[in-house]
């Protein structure tokens, strides 16, 4: 089947993410915050794809 991308953890990634996994496609979820990646995980399964994204700040000169 399709390899799908999500990014973010939040509502929707959640409903997206479960309807995706229901029709057989792979899923990967992409987010910032790893607590929220941490409960998407546990509620869709294990053995979810995921890739903790880190945002560095960067200082305007």
């Known amino acids: 089947m399709t390899e799908i991308d999500i990014i973010g953890s939040g509502h929707m990634a959640r409903g997206i993410a479960s309807r995706l ?3 057989g496609h792979d899923v990967r979820i ?3 915050n790893d607590s929220q990646m941490r409960d ?3 509620t869709l399964g294990p ?4 890739c903790i994204w880190e945002v560095q ?3 305007m000169l």
């Open 21 to 23: 996994l229901a029709g």
């Open 30 to 32: 992409i987010g910032r």
């Open 40 to 42: 998407l995980v546990e």
């Open 47 to 50: 053995g979810l794809p995921v």
């Open 57 to 59: 700040s960067r200082a």
